[in-house]
């Protein structure tokens, strides 16, 4: 029956393509996406970062396959959002197009339900040859999320990651199968101390090298107790912290360096990175400080674990030098690459990111909630949402609170005081998009419960009054 269910949606699939029209250029053969923890928006190079932290200068001049100069061959969309401060939730829907409340995969021992299909199973119903090669930050193993995949190579570290990647190519070159290769780095967690790889450069010498920093250790004891707020730093411990972050990033731009060079050394007079689609996540941000004790790796729903960046390349048909503004979210990868692919076009509560960068064929895209939820340790949830260019955060058994993301972009003034209109109208509009998502069975209980009657009273509003 397995197979004749994979007969069936391949048959579906390939009639739902007979009536699309033709993207322009050269259709991809070839998928490889990549995904980041604890990669902020704000702190890559391309994107306005001071330092070079995505950006490679070869000794010889020549142009390097960092993430910059993949970025520059593509689209970056610098104002996307993650789905989850948590990279395991974002992850689910990174690969489903669901918000993590519908997904459930929130926690330990959730499962994506098996009705809800991941991109690996659409591209291997229609052909593809899928490979995984995975460092998680949590256990991704039962979840759902190694559903579709022929390999599922889960490995120590990121190095490791690259070599499974690399070694792949090699054991499967001759499989004439368009290929779907999903490469997942952990990033810079905690303890940050970036040592350098084989022959790669010594990373933390590039910030940190001669720098005071203070009481700062490179250890897991300290940063336990910088997480739990044992530990206050100084604004120039803070500095030292967000440098050995940096280095951290270098190391992660040297990886896919390593991931982008093999592919583009493969595949004979035009190698598989010409011919291969590239989206490259953040499946989580980090917070850096901004408020007091603020280090978490994933608990966080402020701007700074939920601001991540997203690149789109594939010069042969989406073309143009680009950095695109507005609001895009995790949700918007699945069914891009399913459309770019030419699997699936998106449904109608879908949207595509190939809406904002084709010219050829004008369509709507159409504004979605930005929630983030995460979470919490007792079974509850913590949601934030961009409502409007606000952030509005609500922490599990917490108060309320919103900021202007223009005026105080870390989030350091709540405007619930000064300005309760503002705050009723962010809170009613979260309400509504909370409300509206048909909740995983296990999600659908007291957490939500919480977050919807809290919501509801913040909101104080007849127009919120469908519960």
């Known amino acids: 029956m397995p197979a004749l269910r994979s007969i069936l949606v391949a048959a579906a699939l390939l009639v739902a393509g007979c009536d699309r029209a033709e993207r322009p250029g050269v259709q991809p053969e070839h998928l490889f996406l990549i995904t980041v923890e604890g990669l902020r928006a704000d702190h890559v190079h391309l994107l306005g970062y001071h330092r070079p932290t995505t950006t490679f200068v070869r000794a010889d001049g020549a142009p390097a396959l960092d993430l910059d100069s993949i970025a520059e061959g593509g689209v970056t969309f610098a104002d996307a959002l993650a789905a989850s401060g948590d990279a395991r939730a974002s992850l689910a829907t990174i690969h489903t197009g669901a918000s993590p409340l519908v997904h459930g995969l929130l926690e330990d021992g959730r499962r994506i339900p098996d009705d809800l299909p991941t991109l690996a199973e659409d591209l291997t119903a229609a052909g593809y040859r899928a490979a995984a090669f995975v460092s998680p930050g949590d256990a991704l193993e039962g979840t759902g999320l190694e559903r579709g995949f022929e390999a599922f190579h889960v490995v120590a570290d990121d190095h490791h990651a690259l070599q499974a990647f690399a070694q792949d190519l090699n054991d499967a070159a001759s499989d004439e199968r368009p290929r779907f290769w ?169 949207r595509s990111l190939l809406a904002r960068t084709d010219s050829w064929r004008p369509r709507a895209f159409p504004d979605r909630p930005a929630l983030a939820l995460v979470a919490t340790d007792d079974g509850g949830l913590s949601v934030g949402a961009r409502v409007d260019g606000d952030r509005l955060v609500l922490p599990y058994l917490g108060a309320l609170s919103l900021y202007d993301l223009a005026h105080d972009p870390s989030q350091r003034h709540d405007l619930t005081p000064a300005w309760p209109d503002r705050a009723r109208a962010a809170a009613a509009a979260t309400f509504d998009a909370l409300h509206a998502l048909p909740a995983h069975p296990d999600w659908d209980g007291d957490g939500r419960e919480y977050l919807l009657r809290t919501l509801h009273a913040q909101a104080n509003s007849e127009a919120a009054d469908r519960w």
């Open 182 to 350: 999903w490469l997942h780095l952990s990033g810079p967690r905690h303890p940050w101390s970036p040592a350098p790889i084989a022959t790669g450069p010594d990373f933390r010498a590039d910030h940190a090298a001669g720098r005071d920093m203070g009481r700062v250790r490179e250890d897991a004891d300290f940063f336990a107790a910088l997480r739990d707020g044992a530990f206050a730093p100084t604004d120039v411990e803070r500095e030292a912290l967000i440098a050995l972050y940096d280095c951290e990033l270098e190391r992660v731009d040297f990886l896919l360096r390593r991931g982008f060079e093999a592919l583009a050394t493969r595949g004979g007079s035009r190698s598989l990175l010409d011919r291969s689609a590239v989206l490259v996540v953040g499946a989580s941000g980090v917070e850096l400080g901004e408020r007091a004790g603020a280090w978490q790796d994933d608990a966080g729903v402020h701007e700074e674990s939920l601001g991540v960046p997203i690149v789109l390349r594939h010069p042969s048909s989406v073309t143009g030098r680009r950095i695109l503004g507005g609001v895009v979210l995790h949700a918007d990868v699945a069914p891009t690459a399913r459309e770019l692919m030419r699997v699936r076009d998106p449904r109608d509560d879908e």
